[in-house]
Structure formats: C-alpha cells, structure tokens
C-alpha cells in the first residue's frame, strides 16, 4: 500500500504547529508519565526460576495475581476449556483420524414443519468418520460453519456445538430471504490439536526473541523471551515496573544490560514428531470443506407474524451481526452506519484524536485511514516500517491518528528498545475525554505462549481502561477482536486458529461489563466471502472501520 508521508521539515513554523498541537492535546502531567513509565526493570540476575514474587509455568514466567484475578483466571480457563483429545498412535497414521472426506452433514427439518422464514434457527448435524470410514468416538474436532448466499453477498457465522462422541451441531440465524447455503469446515482434526496444545506445553519458545546490545564498537546479540530455558547463564530482567508483565534476555559475555538497543523475532523452531506433520496438511485435513449427505442448502421465506420463529435450544445466543450485499450489518446495539466518502469520514473524526493500539492487524486500520482521508497527512517520524510509531495530521479537521505496537512478546524486526511500550503504560498517559478515541487489538503475537500469559496482560490493560474510564468517562474505548486467516504449516504451528479462537474468547471475557465496545473481527471474518486472511483484505477491512466510525458517531447520518 502506498503511503503518503510528509517530511518533517526543520523549519519553525512547521515545528511550532506540530508541538502545538501536542501541547493541547498532552498536558505536563502526562508528559512526565510517559516518561516515568518506560522506564523497566533492567537488571542483572542469576537464574534460579523459583524465586518470589514471580510465578513458574514449566519455564515461563508469569506475573502474580491477587486472589480476585486468580479466581477469575480460572474461570476463564474453565470457560474456554477444549474437549479431551485423542492421544497419537504409535506409529502415526492418517487412519484413525478425522478425515474430512468421509465426514458428512445433514440439514435437520424445520421442527415445527413447514417453510423455513426469516428470524427462524436453522440446525445442521455434523458426523466425523476416520479415514477408514469408522465413525469418530469422540470430540475435539476444530469445526467452522458458515451458511451463505454468494449472489446476495450475504453470509453468517453458524455456532458449533460439540456433543463429545464424533457428532456436532451447527445452529444457524436465518437472518434473509430466498437461498440460503450451508458450508462447514474441518480446520483441524481433533489429533492435530493434541499436536497443539503439546507445543504450547513443551516447546513456548518455538518462536524466539533477540535483542541486540551494543556499546561504543562492541555489540553481541542475545536471546529473549519470556519463556526462557534455565542454564546457568545470567538473565537480564526487563519486567516493566508499571505492568509486572516480565520478559527477560540471557545476559551478554562482555556488556551490560543497560546496552540493549534493539528488538527483534528470530528463529522459528519446527520440533514436530515422527510424521506428526501429516495432521497438517492444506487440502487434505487443514481448512477442508465438508460435503452434505442430502440438500447443502434451504430456501428462506418472509417472516410470518402469525407464525411463530422456531429457535434452537442448543446455543445461548445468537451471532452478533452479518454480512448482506458484503456490508456488515449488526444484530442489537448500535447501527452501523456506511462512511463511504472521505468528507463523511472526516466529518465524523473532526476535532478527535484517535489512539490506535496493537499488532499489525490494527496498523490496517492506520494504514486504511491514510489512504482514505486525502487531506490526513502522515508525518514522517523516521519510524520503524512494522512497528511504527506512527502520527497523522490533519490540521483544518483538526483530527490526529497514531498507532504505536504494543510490548513484547512482538514479532517485528528491529524495534528500537525504546519504542516497546506496554499498552496499559500508555493508556495511563492519556488525559482522555469526549474528543478521545482508544482502539485496541493485541492477540496474534501470544499464540505460542500459554494462555495465562495473555490472561495477565489483557487484565493489565483492562485495568489501566479502568482508570481511563474513571478519570474521563467520555472517552471511547474500542476492542478489536482476533480474525480467522489462512493456514500453512508455519501459520498453524505459530498462530493456528485454534489459538486464535481460544484467546478470542479470554478477550471477550476479560473485557465483558465494560463501557467498551466490540469490533467482531472474527465473526466478520468468517461471514465473509472472501478468503480468512491474518489480514484481512480491504472489503473486510472498511467493514471494520464502519463499525468503529459508527460508534464514534452514532447520528451522523
């Protein structure tokens, strides 16, 4: 995407209007905050990974919590709890797994007879057989279902109900008229998750971190993570003083901690058993449709006032929106509203700030927004392309955007040391107020890791919401959610959507009774015709920022 940029130029009146504006926008007191609050714990200690107040998990290391976020931890580990898998036979075979070809499902009839109508719950079971034909015995099957009209450009996300014994249910809102078509997709086979959830016990540091150190003409580089493996080499200690949230670098032979400069990912560790890779294979059992054993799809009618809707009472709730004419339409709270010139759009942020916080799937949003609003001038700050920070102007409007990533674990290449910032710490460097908006998206980069480490940093964040909330209850407070993308082998092992799913979930119930609002990325996502993406593509994308500029502005139009 070509990206306009603006020189900041030296001379005065450029750099007066600049340092103006921030200085309306940033008070004294926040200034020094934001200084304070970088500054992290950068010791020197020798590894003994039992010691106080920090908490071991095999090799990793957590934060502590107070009893109230403890109990709370384990409610949500209980909530988004995954079914028994099978263990792997030895040797591994492709036999006695789930085996999308000889898998089926059907459409169940209306159970009150009759013609299927708008507002009514469509049922579908769906039945695993292993390779050999054998019916599956047991759950755990990752399981996506999507019912759809391609000529209508519409499409809903069905919910998955696992009975725990090879069969599953789909339930599905019939949200309009005419054809309506079922697809349901193996993503992963129940076996590839015991793979899974074995990685993320045995192998947290698949993915490793280096940071590199450097002083007058000497540098070395280090390993990093916050999963690090006990030797007897000393570990520099870079927990942040503000969040608890610890990360930690073997410790250079010849320099300081105090040296470290730069961030960056480095090598990806594939440490798969004896034929354990066959259960990860696109097109074969990885993100495979399922075929019918009958009609694959209904065809809908008007609702009927007399007639009462028929609903299942296999599901709680219902999807939280869906696409029609590839626009995302909500079902409950705020409308959502089209912004599809740039005046609407800047008519609507004029006299804002907006504050974008994340991985890269929110740097889209900074990125779409640039290529939107012509007259949104982004400033060339000599930033790091991935991790930014980025700033854009828009002086007449008098609208500003940035986006800055968030803390480690961060897989970008070559983030300056001084630019890792934890999104807790810079909230809390926010005045806030009625012209404020926060959007937040943190989930891809803790795939690898376990989930108590994602529990702890999104409690971090929520309470520094919290305190935003407290002190400016004006302000905005947006989630993004996690989206669905396509699957290789390295996408599966590092960032499959079955981690992806799980961590959608602690996100929602971290943030749930919160004055925030929701941006359901993995629902539109997988409503959507167009393929799952990490990053989704630009349809999918505006979509999103229509829902963000709806509830910035819910009357404008």
Not at 84 to 98: A, G, I, K, N
Not at 296 to 323: H, M, R, W
Not at 471 to 480: E, F, M, S
Request: net charge neutral.
């Amino acid at each position: 995407m070509k990206v306009r940029r603006k020189e900041v130029s030296t001379s005065l009146w450029k750099y007066g209007a600049i340092f103006l504006l921030l200085a309306v926008s940033v008070s004294v007191f926040v200034l020094w905050n934001m200084l304070f609050k970088k500054k992290v714990k950068s010791s020197f200690i020798i590894p003994t990974f039992s010691s106080d107040p920090y908490m071991q998990h095999g090799f990793c290391t957590f934060q502590p919590l107070s009893p109230k976020e403890a109990l709370e931890e384990d409610l949500i580990l209980e909530s988004i709890a995954w079914p028994e898998t099978p263990p792997l036979p030895s040797p591994l075979s492709l036999e006695v797994t789930s085996d999308p070809v000889h898998s089926s499902f059907t459409i169940l009839p209306r159970s009150a007879g009759g013609q299927w109508h708008v507002g009514d719950s469509l049922e579908v079971t769906i039945k695993m057989y292993d390779y050999q034909g054998r019916p599956k015995k047991s759950g755990g099957d990752v399981l996506f279902a999507r019912l759809h009209n391609a000529a209508l450009g519409a499409g809903v996300a069905g919910q998955v109900v696992d009975h725990l014994n090879g069969c599953y249910s789909a339930v599905f809102s019939l949200l309009w008229e005419g054809h309506a078509q079922v697809e349901v997709t193996l993503v992963h086979p129940s076996e590839a998750v015991t793979v899974l959830r074995r990685l993320t016990a045995e192998q947290p540091d698949r993915i490793n971190f280096e940071s590199l150190f450097r002083s007058s003409l000497v540098t070395e580089t280090a390993t990093c993570n916050v999963c690090l493996r006990p030797t007897q080499q000393p570990l520099c200690n870079y927990t942040n003083l503000h969040t608890g949230d610890p990360w930690f670098c073997y410790k250079p032979k010849k320099l300081s901690c105090d040296d470290r400069i730069i961030h960056s990912h480095g090598k990806f560790n594939q440490n798969l058993k004896t034929n354990e890779e066959m259960l990860f294979q696109d097109g074969v059992n990885m993100k495979v449709s399922i075929r019918a054993s009958g009609p694959a799809n209904i065809t809908v009618f008007q609702k009927n006032k007399d007639q009462p809707e028929v609903k299942s009472l296999k599901v709680k709730s219902g999807p939280s929106g869906y696409c029609y004419q590839h626009v995302w339409r909500a079902l409950g709270g705020t409308t959502v509203h089209h912004f599809n010139t740039s005046s609407a759009i800047s008519q609507c942020l004029e006299g804002r700030n907006v504050h974008l916080y994340g991985d890269s799937t929110i740097r889209q949003w900074f990125e779409h927004l640039i290529e939107a609003l012509p007259d949104l001038e982004q400033l060339d700050l000599h930033s790091q392309d991935q991790a930014g920070p980025f700033l854009a102007l828009d002086y007449a409007k008098n609208i500003m955007v940035t986006y800055r990533c968030h803390g480690p674990p961060i897989r970008f290449g070559n983030v300056p040391t001084r630019e890792l910032r934890y999104i807790a710490n810079e909230l809390d460097g926010i005045p806030g107020g009625p012209n404020t908006v926060i959007v937040i998206g943190i989930w891809s980069h803790f795939s690898t890791f376990p989930v108590e480490i994602y529990i702890r940093r999104l409690q971090s964040i929520r309470g520094a919401v919290m305190r935003l909330l407290a002190r400016a209850p004006g302000t905005l407070v947006v989630i993004r959610a996690a989206n669905p993308k396509a699957l290789t082998l390295y996408e599966t092992l590092t960032n499959s959507d079955w981690y992806s799913l799980q961590r959608d979930k602690v996100l929602r119930a971290v943030f749930k009774g919160l004055n925030i609002h929701l941006v359901d990325a993995w629902e539109m996502g997988l409503a959507h015709h167009l393929p799952h993406s990490l990053h989704p593509q630009p349809p999918i994308i505006k979509n999103m920022i229509d829902v963000l500029l709806s509830y910035i502005c819910p009357q404008l139009h």
